[in-house]
């Protein structure tokens, strides 16, 4: 049976340290620190996920606000970004999700003040993160979630260098940028996708493998190397309640490890929107 | 016998069209427009490659500026690229390499003018490459030796959706770039490196084989799936001459194609770099 990674003990002890770190921040600023959520229409995903985020944010003694604007009116969103973003007491910018089609997403989010994107999706954010070496370590703001996979792999001393890790998706908040992390890790990095033909023989292969396309239970045993690591980034509602990407259960007995769904990647992920919070205030003032 | 992917001629077409386009561009600015390169002492293989520039310079009727500096004068290089970046006549700047260690090679190549960065190398532009979608098609300046490799390909007509790509390689010119532009390509991606364990034996499964890691003759006929596609992009000077990292002999009787070095993906990377400081003219003028 594979050992369990649960993500909650690690996330518990970063809330700890993140709450000290705030109270310390927050005396020598002499004001709040807020983070700011900002979406267009009330997606019932976003209120769910908003509402996480804004619990999370009172435990660790942070300011939350969220601004539901009309999906009809892309001027005022277009202000909002811009009234946070010259606000000095908003440490960091989240957009909420889907965002209306006609609105060009990838503009909107290269509108965000790049020293205040903690979800990592400004271009330059992403360049910096891509291009790894001396960027990766004086300052990008990695996206949450593959930030949180590459800490619990690290939290449960599991080698990155030389292993074949193998990514199902290729998104912007995920795939890519998890790719981009692993690759300066040293391992041996392939990215998977809906296009991608004969996925299995790909994800028997790795030692690694990597589960991030949102479809409940989609990742059976028989595409799973015996002993590897499986790590499942997927959050799905089904009629049975949340399910991740794999089936755990039955892959759980092959693997070495495998991440649950909920309390694996999860919590770490919400985690790390803290941290690049707290780094983001950092990066604004000299005293923080 | 596999079939020769020769850059040469797609590079004479594409010099056709650029000379054009560059003579009408220069007839509505009034002004001759310019590709400026800045190094940092007289590296030998810079030398070299600024020569090539030069001539293909010459031959589409574009400026070319060199600019070579001492490599004990960091502020002096900052200065020159401040100014190459405020004068309206230079549409693309390049930096030479290797720019001297202590320099911090990624903070200039963050001083650039992202609207003239024709190498891509500012983090702006690697970000806006390797989120692709939207971004990939408004404007971004992708390195000219990636670009090449997709060109080369679609002007032979290989499909690269679906295709199992191998990498070799991941640096910041070639390996990562290229990596993006195939996913955004809807290629399955592998990115091999140093850190490897079993090369051949990724290799082995590469419909696409891409071979950048700048080793002479380092990719052997058992490290190739017979009928594949190999596209070498290396340039080793070796004590026989000019060299790619792929036995270009032994291996072109189990390929499908190859690309021979030099004459494959040489002279169409030089062509992209005219390429982009078109663009660039075009995105920094209404006129252009």
Not at 12 to 27: G, M, T, V, Y
Not at 125 to 132: H, K, P, Q, V
Not at 154 to 183: C, D, F, Q
Request: net charge neutral; charged share 20%.
């Amino acid at each position: 049976m594979a050992i369990e990674l649960d993500g909650r003990p690690l996330a518990r002890a970063l809330r700890r340290r993140h709450r000290d770190e705030l109270e310390d921040i927050q005396n020598r600023l002499g004001h709040p620190l807020t983070l700011a959520v900002v979406r267009a229409g009330e997606d019932k995903a976003s209120t769910s996920y908003f509402r996480q985020i804004r619990n999370l944010c009172q435990r660790v003694d942070m300011e939350f606000q969220e601004h539901t604007l009309p999906a009809t009116d892309r001027e005022q969103f277009i202000g909002r970004i811009c009234r946070l973003n010259a606000d000095p007491r908003v440490a960091g910018i989240m957009l909420g999700w889907p965002l209306p089609e006609d609105w060009g997403a990838e503009f909107i989010a290269s509108l965000l003040d790049p020293r205040k994107d903690v979800d990592g999706l400004h271009p330059l954010n992403a360049g910096r993160l891509f291009l790894g070496g001396e960027y990766l370590e004086t300052g990008t703001f990695v996206p949450n979630t593959p930030a949180a996979v590459i800490h619990l792999l690290r939290h449960y001393e599991i080698m990155l260098s030389g292993k074949h890790t193998v990514l199902i998706g290729r998104s912007n908040v995920v795939g890519r940028p998890l790719a981009a992390l692993l690759i300066a890790h040293d391992a041996t990095v392939t990215v998977c996708h809906s296009r991608t033909a004969e996925l299995a023989s790909h994800t028997r292969q790795a030692d690694i493998l990597v589960a991030a396309m949102g479809k409940a239970n989609f990742v059976t045993p028989d595409m799973v190397k015996p002993g590897a690591v499986v790590v499942d980034v997927g959050i799905n509602v089904t009629p049975d309640g949340l399910a991740g990407d794999v089936q755990y259960d039955a892959v759980s007995k092959i693997a070495s490890a495998i991440t649950p769904v909920p309390g694996g990647v999860g919590p770490v992920t919400n985690a790390m929107l803290i941290e690049n919070t707290i780094r983001a205030a950092r990066i604004q003032s000299t005293l923080a």
